[in-house]
């Protein structure tokens, strides 16, 4: 039988870890363990996936469409300028 080289790394930590009457039993808790690491990567996987709000998803189309018709958007400094000036701010960027 041929196995990956992941499930022999586990297979070989689980004879180190545990006490097992028979070969199958320790396949069978490296096969779990493998099942439970990939688990927790998929998790991982999931939490790190952008979560979007259906607002959000409307903002980022108005704003496509406002790039798609020529708009340009703001760098970082003219952004902080365009506040601090709505906020009656006399010398924005100071």
């Known amino acids: 039988m041929t196995v990956s080289p992941e499930v022999e790394e586990l297979v070989r930590r689980v004879m180190l870890a ?3 009457a028979s070969e199958d039993a320790v396949l069978v ?23 979007v709000s259906p607002l959000g998803m409307q903002l980022r189309e108005i704003r496509a469409q406002y790039v798609a018709g020529g708009g340009d958007l703001l760098s970082a400094e003219q952004l902080d300028w365009e506040i601090a000036q709505r906020r009656g701010e006399r010398n924005p960027g100071d």
Do not use: T
């Open 18 to 20: 545990g006490d097992y």
């Open 29 to 51: 808790a490296a096969l779990q363990a493998l099942g439970e690491r990939r688990q927790a990567e998929d998790g991982k996987r999931l939490e790190q996936a952008p979560r």
